[in-house]
């Protein structure tokens, strides 16, 4: 157990993301075992129940930066345009991430 924290602290969550891709991937082909796809599931799981958490980690930063003056979030529209996927107007994000 402690070995997979140590591997996940290790791993981006584009990584752990990448992997779980791979992973599905692995499953749907249908080649592999019975057993061979369970431990593939479980990896799944634990890589999916670790991006959600960085997820969750990261929407709590961004409601930390952009709380109001009284405390409270703020929630904001943001426009992406289609074609890039970059903000339209990031002068207004406190405390940008990107």
Do not use: H, W
Not at 46 to 69: F, M, S, V, W
């Amino acid at each position: 157990m402690e070995k997979n924290k140590v591997i996940m602290k290790k791993t981006s969550f584009e990584g752990a993301l990448e992997e779980l891709e791979n992973i599905a991937d692995k499953l749907e082909s249908g080649e592999l075992g019975l057993d061979e796809s369970i431990i593939e599931f479980e990896k799944g799981i634990k890589l999916a129940n670790y991006c959600r958490l960085k997820l969750e980690e990261a929407e709590r930063k961004i409601e930390i930066l952009q709380r109001g003056e009284d405390g409270a979030v703020k929630p904001k529209r943001v426009a992406v345009k289609k074609d890039t996927g970059e903000l339209e107007d990031d002068e207004d994000i406190q405390g940008t991430l990107l």
